[in-house]
């Protein structure tokens, strides 16, 4: 066996480091990577965890990419430093994005050519069903991690109900770090963390989850679709013990027509789907504006149209989220682009629901779904709840369920809550909720509900602006894409360009006044999108005139890399 070490030097000198897991859906990959992961963020270090794969059960080839460094990392990155392949296409397909000194962990049985391999006995380690431990094992050894903490965290990730099956885990695991202390010219320690700050191993679809439970939602519906799935099995992991009521309903249709039937009768609703299952939710979207009833959608967002790549991501549902639903009604989008934002802005969403009493949405996308990082745990002792409407009398009769004030908000009760009626209905109404087609009414009532966009965007939250003022270069960017445009930013800067960055976690409405000035300060500008056309860029032009003629677009499913967005800036 060829005695090889790599890896190069300790993260304190190069950081950070980019371990891949490769192998068909089956293979236990998703396993290695998350134990591998979790250990890892125990351990005190930052991570990205990168995740692709194909939309079948078995087969097809997927990867688990964890990139580790002791500072934030916050973008997925090509070169490889450390290929861990489950199975020949692995080497076949990513041996050419291993760096110089990289190393690839390979079973010993498989017949593969080149002088870059370490050859584990996975045959010997352990059973076929336990080799992905004994993979996980040889890296835990590779990396200098804590074979004791590894062990833990194994014994945490399967549980204990399984006493004879953590046993064997836990000595398939012991074998591989015997193995490789065999090999002591291979192992390379990351560089220790001093006092290791915790942090909770999450991804964006947990974030989601965790954000709306800590403003108090009360009904969730879904329809399964990928990749908005997770939230509805996160959100059903916690529902008894958060009172919550997650109900799968036959299709997207009779979910979002439950969620504004269970915000109507008075609890906060949110439902979650993707782009196909948006497309059906669409009239239920108008129905909740015409009826002014609170409703978070979170549309995950993938690559269309029709079924199109359903485990790819993109950004290409901007438009439709923003004219989804025949009429005219006030809106707000978020576009988280980190695990934080996620988790916080799935908050603001829901308050801004409650208080403008109508549909919001947030977008998301397969990269954040399903990307875990290194986060600081929420301090969710000083959040409050949403805060509901009472259900006091309000003292007048009849009650006017939709009268006209100054904000556009009207008060709001519940059905059975007072002496009061509660009239609603989707066709155009009078103050009182009942039917009319008293044309006079009816300009009435579509300026009344338009005028609460006055105070939604008093509350847009302005695009994050880093690095110089006046630059050279800025990018913009939304969403998912918001680290590797950061990176490349970043390292563009360390070589003595000048470039400013402009962020949008908000993407409707548009606030002129808050970033025109650095739009027109700029010497150029170019818009970093997951998309063909270019939507925020547009939009942007729609709403000020301003032009963004240089764009970095991308849309082959694939999530922005900072290398990705350089190669196109240096085109």
Same mark, same amino acid.
């Given at each position: 066996?060829?005695?090889?070490?790599?890896?190069?030097?300790?993260?304190?000198?190069?950081?950070?480091?980019?371990?891949?897991?490769?192998?068909?859906?089956?293979?236990?990959?998703?396993?290695?990577?998350?134990?591998?992961?979790?250990?890892?963020?125990?351990?005190?270090?930052?991570?990205?965890?990168?995740?692709?794969?194909?939309?079948?059960?078995?087969?097809?080839?997927?990867?688990?990419?964890?990139?580790?460094?002791?500072?934030?990392?916050?973008?997925?990155?090509?070169?490889?430093?450390?290929?861990?392949?489950?199975?020949?296409?692995?080497?076949?397909?990513?041996?050419?994005?291993?760096?110089?000194?990289?190393?690839?962990?390979?079973?010993?049985?498989?017949?593969?050519?080149?002088?870059?391999?370490?050859?584990?006995?996975?045959?010997?380690?352990?059973?076929?069903?336990?080799?992905?431990?004994?993979?996980?094992?040889?890296?835990?050894?590779?990396?200098?991690?804590?074979?004791?903490?590894?062990?833990?965290?194994?014994?945490?990730?399967?549980?204990?109900?399984?006493?004879?099956?953590?046993?064997?885990?836990?000595?398939?695991?012991?074998?591989?770090?015997?193995?490789?202390?065999?090999?002591?010219?291979?192992?390379?320690?990351?560089?220790?963390?001093?006092?290791?700050?915790?942090?909770?191993?999450?991804?964006?679809?947990?974030?989601?989850?965790?954000?709306?439970?800590?403003?108090?939602?009360?009904?969730?519906?879904?329809?399964?679709?990928?990749?908005?799935?997770?939230?509805?099995?996160?959100?059903?992991?916690?529902?008894?013990?958060?009172?919550?009521?997650?109900?799968?309903?036959?299709?997207?249709?009779?979910?979002?027509?439950?969620?504004?039937?269970?915000?109507?009768?008075?609890?906060?609703?949110?439902?979650?789907?993707?782009?196909?299952? !948006? $497309?059906?939710?669409?009239? *239920? &979207? %108008?129905?909740?504006?015409?009826?002014? /009833?609170?409703?978070?959608? +979170?549309? =995950?967002?993938?690559?269309?149209?029709?079924?199109?790549?359903?485990?790819?991501?993109?950004?290409?549902?901007?438009?439709?989220?923003?004219?989804?639903?025949?009429?005219?009604?006030?809106?707000?989008?978020?576009?988280?682009?980190?695990?934080?934002?996620?988790?916080?802005?799935?908050?603001?969403?829901?308050?801004?629901?409650?208080?403008?009493?109508?549909?919001?949405?947030?977008?998301?996308?397969?990269?954040?779904?399903?990307?875990?990082?290194?986060?600081?745990?929420?301090?969710?002792?000083?959040?409050?709840?949403?805060?509901?409407?009472?259900?006091?009398?309000?003292?007048?009769?009849?009650?006017?369920? !939709? $009268?006209?004030?100054?904000? *556009? &908000? %009207?008060?709001?009760?519940?059905?059975? /809550?007072?002496?009061?009626? +509660?009239? =609603?209905?989707?066709?155009?109404?009078?103050?009182?909720?009942?039917?009319?087609?008293?044309?006079?009414?009816?300009?009435?009532?579509?300026?009344?509900?338009?005028?609460?966009?006055?105070?939604?965007?008093?509350?847009?939250?302005?695009?994050?602006?880093?690095?110089?003022?006046?630059?050279?270069?800025?990018?913009?960017?939304?969403?998912?894409?918001?680290?590797?445009?950061?990176?490349?930013?970043?390292?563009?800067?360390?070589?003595?360009?000048?470039?400013?960055?402009?962020?949008?976690?908000?993407?409707?409405?548009?606030?002129?006044?808050?970033?025109?000035?650095?739009?027109?300060?700029?010497?150029?500008?170019?818009?970093?999108?997951?998309?063909?056309?270019?939507?925020?860029?547009?939009?942007?032009?729609?709403?000020?005139?301003?032009?963004?003629?240089?764009?970095?677009?991308?849309?082959?499913?694939?999530?922005?890399?900072?290398?990705?967005?350089?190669?196109?800036?240096?085109?």
């Amino acid at each position: 066996m060829e005695v090889l070490n790599h890896l190069g030097p300790p993260l304190n000198e190069v950081a950070p480091m980019n371990i891949l897991i490769g192998g068909e859906a089956g293979q236990g990959l998703v396993t290695i990577g998350q134990v591998l992961g979790r250990t890892l963020v125990r351990s005190g270090y930052f991570i990205v965890v990168t995740q692709s794969y194909q939309s079948r059960i078995r087969g097809g080839h997927n990867t688990f990419a964890i990139r580790v460094g002791l500072d934030e990392v916050s973008a997925p990155e090509e070169a490889v430093d450390l290929l861990v392949a489950l199975d020949r296409d692995t080497v076949t397909l990513h041996s050419k994005d291993l760096l110089p000194d990289g190393l690839i962990v390979i079973d010993a049985a498989l017949e593969v050519a080149g002088d870059r391999l370490l050859r584990v006995p996975f045959k010997e380690l352990a059973k076929d069903k336990f080799s992905n431990v004994a993979a996980l094992g040889v890296v835990g050894s590779l990396l200098g991690i804590d074979k004791g903490l590894m062990a833990r965290t194994l014994s945490d990730f399967f549980g204990r109900k399984h006493p004879k099956v953590m046993e064997e885990n836990l000595r398939v695991l012991e074998a591989a770090f015997h193995w490789c202390s065999e090999q002591p010219a291979l192992v390379h320690k990351l560089a220790p963390v001093v006092n290791p700050s915790q942090r909770l191993m999450l991804n964006g679809n947990e974030a989601i989850a965790l954000g709306s439970l800590s403003a108090g939602l009360k009904f969730f519906a879904f329809y399964p679709m990928t990749p908005s799935t997770s939230i509805s099995l996160n959100l059903a992991g916690h529902a008894r013990q958060m009172g919550l009521i997650v109900e799968q309903a036959e299709d997207e249709i009779a979910a979002i027509n439950m969620a504004i039937g269970a915000s109507f009768v008075g609890v906060p609703s949110m439902v979650a789907t993707s782009g196909g299952g !948006f $497309a059906l939710m669409v009239e *239920g &979207v %108008s129905l909740a504006g015409m009826t002014e /009833t609170p409703l978070v959608v +979170v549309i =995950a967002q993938r690559p269309g149209p029709a079924t199109g790549l359903p485990t790819r991501t993109e950004q290409a549902d901007l438009e439709l989220v923003l004219h989804a639903g025949h009429g005219e009604f006030p809106r707000a989008i978020f576009a988280p682009g980190t695990v934080e934002e996620c988790f916080y802005l799935t908050r603001r969403a829901l308050e801004l629901a409650e208080r403008y009493q109508g549909p919001i949405f947030l977008l998301t996308d397969q990269l954040l779904a399903d990307s875990y990082r290194a986060v600081v745990p929420f301090d969710v002792e000083n959040l409050s709840p949403v805060q509901m409407p009472g259900s006091e009398d309000i003292g007048t009769s009849p009650y006017m369920r !939709f $009268a006209i004030t100054e904000t *556009g &908000v %009207s008060p709001r009760l519940f059905p059975g /809550t007072t002496k009061h009626l +509660v009239v =609603a209905d989707s066709d155009e109404h009078t103050q009182d909720g009942h039917i009319t087609e008293d044309l006079s009414v009816r300009k009435l009532m579509v300026e009344k509900r338009l005028k609460k966009e006055e105070g939604i965007r008093v509350e847009v939250i302005s695009p994050e602006l880093g690095g110089e003022g006046k630059p050279d270069l800025l990018m913009i960017s939304w969403g998912s894409s918001k680290g590797a445009v950061h990176e490349a930013a970043s390292r563009m800067r360390s070589s003595g360009e000048k470039v400013a960055t402009l962020h949008f976690s908000q993407v409707w409405p548009l606030v002129p006044e808050q970033f025109m000035e650095h739009l027109q300060e700029a010497k150029q500008v170019i818009s970093i999108e997951g998309n063909a056309t270019g939507q925020l860029a547009r939009l942007i032009r729609r709403e000020t005139g301003f032009e963004i003629k240089k764009k970095v677009l991308r849309y082959d499913g694939l999530p922005f890399t900072p290398e990705s967005i350089l190669r196109e800036l240096n085109q």
